[in-house]
């Protein structure tokens, strides 16, 4: 079964560029995360999605970050314009659907590494 | 809501020497909890999780960990580490709202 895909997988841009991140989850899962994993931290919740409708955006920094998920399997993360902050590694995950305890078990993809110099 | 707490940030280890790892997470419902380990320029893989039942839950590669409600915890351990096992080990908890929420890491650097 393939797993969580991204890319790129690293990117280096100015600040007050604009980039975008495109995801791939596991066949069948339809809910789906994008995290900001900052140097030295835990990953953070950005943006959960479940099938092509948000759930929860609330620490989405919304006056620079978008995401969509248009037909309910590829996402897109997009920042524009970036800042210096914004460096770090972003992952995406995905999962199933339901009310059991395997709906908590997320799986994540490789991350892609942004540096904005 | 709820927080997890990585009480080492690192832990340097020798070779077939035991490791634990300690998480502890506040959380007013009923939670499930879950390790993951990043190696270098990959994301995160899942090493084991609490869901229900029994509260001494084993993973993969050797690793395995004791879910303590009294205690709020759920520490990680292996009894002999290799080099391979060199990597950032988190901690992470979720309720029915489906929402990981991750421990700031702990780095293991296993040496010979």
């Known amino acids: 079964e393939a797993g969580v895909a991204q890319s790129p997988r690293y990117k280096i841009i100015e600040k007050r560029q604009s980039v975008a991140f495109w995801c791939n989850p596991i066949s069948g899962h339809a809910t789906l995360y994008w995290y900001q994993q900052i140097l030295g931290q835990g990953p953070k919740l950005l943006i959960q999605?479940?099938?092509?409708?948000?759930?929860?955006d609330s620490q989405l920094p919304k006056d620079r970050f978008s995401a969509e998920r248009l037909k309910g399997v590829d996402s897109t993360l997009k920042i524009q314009p970036a800042k210096l902050e914004d460096s770090a590694v972003y992952l995406c995950a995905s999962s199933l659907t339901g009310t059991s305890g395997r709906a908590n078990e997320q799986f994540f993809g490789p991350g892609t590494r942004l540096t904005v110099l | 809501a709820q927080s997890v707490t990585q009480l080492d940030s690192q832990v340097p280890v020798f070779e077939e020497a035991p490791v634990e790892l300690r998480c502890n997470y506040s959380?007013?419902?009923?939670?499930?909890l879950f390790w993951y380990v990043q190696y270098p320029n990959q994301g995160l893989q899942l090493l084991l999780k609490y869901l229900s039942g029994s509260t001494l839950v084993k993973g993969i590669n050797g690793f395995e960990a004791e879910f303590n409600k009294s205690q709020t915890s759920f520490h990680l351990r292996k009894p002999s580490v290799h080099i391979s096992d060199t990597a950032e080990y988190f901690c992470a908890v979720s309720n029915n709202d489906y929402k990981l929420s991750f421990g700031a890491g702990t780095t293991v650097t296993v040496r010979a």
């Open positions: 999605f479940q099938n092509n409708g948000v759930v929860d």
């Open positions: 959380s007013s419902v009923s939670v499930y």
